[in-house]
DNA sequence: TCTGGGGTCCTAGGACCC
DNA sequence: TCTGGGGTCCTAGGACCC
């Protein structure tokens, strides 16, 4: 038997903790360079606002219904998201963190000792007192039927907090009128496909055709239709597997047109994608950078390329990929155009320590090693970019817009909240 | 004016081997 | 006219997730 716990409306919700005014009133959150909308109080919902829609694109709606807008704060997020799943954890060993907002829960066996609607009522008052995010829990016997049972929460049962499938009855009943298209593993491609044939609920699909499951969505599809039947085909994952690609890319707040700008940009990314390799324990054998014009605007010639280069060894050095990064930027700048956004691919990581020997090349010494480790430290004890290299640079002209950025409440001691006591 | 970022898995098809 | 059979590895592209 599986849990999945989901906060609500996740970042809206976390705006709120520390600003209780906001409560009931309309709220988003955009994406990195206050771009498009992410999140979305109930109310936003409740306007017919979708997810995903640029910003300018909703100004008056914003106006009218007195919107309250924020720039993403992941520092909080992320801080608040910890404390969110340190609290259920305490209710259950097995757990898989899923996403910043959501965790399953193994509750194999709590059925002889407990009552699971009671168990997860519990969690959600506990989680609400400690952190003041609300949750949603939903209960069935594969993860699939648990990523239904929670989206039932939010449709049906409201009120309850927690939907428990306990019986194949209630699954069918349950599926019946389920949209195929809500279901975790049907995009909107397959969710075509799937109404173009006639399989529009999710009782449809779990009693589809096995052969032509398999002949149209692939081996995914014919587990996913095996996890509607209630047989478990997705374990639980407790320990994140080691990435095997690490991505670190940004939009710049302005467009850019010269190059020893983008090269601060560039370099930043390519620092942050070797800390978190590093992170990880991992090296890497190759990069690929790219770079791109802003795909939005046709008035403009528009430019986009990528190039891949190898490392002579495989390695988590900053400079060595700082390095690389460089010369692939060099490789595919063009002047002549502005610039919107550029990133950084690491690619073919290994563990740090099984460095293949290169006869020709000499690997990283450990002095670089220490110099990595020194600086890993120091960031971390004073914050992101207390040490850097000077090609990053120092002025950051191709920063994010985050124009309406809450505070870092939890994390930054001069903005921790401030309370006047008269007594 | 203005449009996010970071991942995974699977398959088909080509190149290559004997 | 007519041209085998079986396998591996790699990559690009397409699907999905948050």
Request: glycine share 4%; aromatic share 8%.
């Amino acid at each position: 038997m599986f849990a999945l716990a989901d906060c609500n409306n996740f970042y809206a919700s976390c705006e709120r903790v520390f600003q209780p005014q906001l409560e009931n009133k309309p709220i988003v959150v955009l994406s990195n360079n206050d771009g498009c909308v992410v999140a979305r109080s109930q109310e936003v919902k409740d306007l017919g606002i979708k997810m995903g829609v640029p910003l300018f694109q909703i100004k008056e709606q914003v106006k009218l219904h007195h919107i309250r807008v924020f720039s993403s704060n992941y520092t909080l997020y992320g801080d608040i998201s910890n404390r969110v799943m340190s609290t259920i954890n305490q209710y259950a060993p097995n757990y898989e963190v899923y996403s910043i907002d959501e965790i399953f829960i193994d509750l194999k066996g709590f059925e002889k000792h407990y009552n699971l609607i009671d168990y997860c009522k519990e969690i959600r008052y506990v989680v609400k007192r400690n952190t003041r995010i609300p949750i949603s829990i939903g209960i069935a016997p594969t993860k699939t039927l648990a990523k239904v049972a929670n989206k039932l929460v939010k449709k049906k049962f409201k009120a309850d907090g927690v939907c428990y499938l306990k019986t194949q009855e209630d699954v069918k009943e349950l599926l019946k009128d389920f949209d195929v298209g809500d279901i975790w593993g049907v995009g909107r491609q397959y969710e075509k496909l799937l109404k173009k044939h006639g399989i529009d609920t999710a009782l449809k699909l779990m009693n589809a055709n096995d052969s032509w499951i398999k002949k149209n969505l692939s081996v995914v599809g014919l587990r996913l239709v095996n996890e509607l039947r209630g047989m478990p085909c997705i374990e639980l994952d407790e320990v994140p597997a080691d990435k095997k690609n690490i991505c670190v890319s940004r939009s710049f707040g302005h467009m850019i047109a010269d190059v020893k700008i983008l090269e601060e940009s560039l370099s930043t990314h390519a620092n942050t994608a070797s800390e978190k390799l590093r992170k990880q324990g991992s090296n890497a054998s190759s990069i690929s950078v790219f770079l791109q014009t802003n795909r939005f605007r046709s008035d403009l010639p528009q430019y986009f390329n990528t190039k891949q280069i190898e490392l002579p060894f495989a390695t988590n050095d900053s400079a060595n990929i700082i390095k690389a990064a460089l010369k692939g930027l060099y490789l595919m700048f063009r002047s002549g155009y502005l610039y919107k956004k550029c990133g950084i691919y690491l690619n073919e990581l290994t563990p740090a320590n099984e460095v293949q020997l290169n006869l020709f090349v000499e690997e990283d010494s450990e002095k670089k090693k220490k110099l990595n480790k020194a600086v890993d430290i120091l960031n971390t004890k004073w914050g992101r970019g207390a040490l850097k290299y000077a090609v990053q640079g120092t002025e950051k002209k191709w920063k994010l817009k985050n124009e309406c950025l809450s505070k870092s409440f939890t994390t930054k001691l001069a903005e921790v909240p401030r309370i006047n006591l008269n007594l």
